[in-house]
């Protein structure tokens, strides 16, 4: 996975993780098509999509796959058009001015300081122990 800031120095960072960039429709209508096809099983209407997908891949609880997917989808339509999609959104800003602020802001490689970060979750972990006492208790004991 990658941001879209990052796709600027590494176009293809997201293309081998990414199955879809778009809406994936009522019942995974736009998405189901595709397992149905290379895998020969229809999912049923009353059948999970979700599980459907994990089933026919070889991720669900008890399935099992013959099918190497992820070589299928780097073979398919569907990855060629999303490596030519993230190529343009890589390019996008070429020859645009961009503010100094944002162009420190992009080089970071988080949205926010390290100092900011931590903070952050110190808060929150405080937070979470002092609405749960009886944790707490049971750490000093």
């Known amino acids: 996975m990658c941001t879209l800031g990052e796709l600027r120095s590494r176009p293809s960072c997201a293309a081998p993780l990414t199955l879809s960039r778009s809406d994936l429709g009522k019942n995974c209508s736009t998405l189901l098509p595709y397992f149905e096809q290379h895998s020969g099983k229809k999912c049923a209407s009353t059948d999970n999509?979700?599980?459907?997908?994990?089933?026919?891949?070889g991720a669900g609880a008890t399935?099992?796959?013959k099918?190497?997917?992820?070589?299928?989808?780097l073979q398919s339509e569907?990855?060629?058009?999303?490596?030519?999609?993230?190529?343009?959104?890589?390019?996008?800003?070429d020859g645009k001015q961009v503010s100094?602020?944002?162009?420190?802001?992009?080089?970071?490689?988080?949205?926010?300081?390290?100092?900011?970060?931590?903070?952050?979750?110190?808060a929150r972990n405080f937070?979470?122990?002092?609405?749960s006492p009886t944790y707490i208790y049971?750490?000093?004991l």
């Open 100 to 122: 100094s602020e944002d162009a420190e802001r992009g080089n970071r490689e988080y949205a926010t300081s390290l100092t900011t970060q931590f903070r952050l979750v110190l």
């Open 138 to 140: 049971a750490k000093l």
């Open 67 to 73: 099918f190497d997917w992820h070589g299928l989808y």
């Open 78 to 93: 569907m990855h060629r058009q999303l490596v030519a999609d993230l190529e343009v959104y890589a390019h996008v800003s």
């Open 63 to 65: 399935a099992t796959t």
């Open 127 to 131: 937070a979470h122990y002092w609405r």
């Open 49 to 57: 999509p979700a599980e459907f997908m994990l089933d026919v891949i």
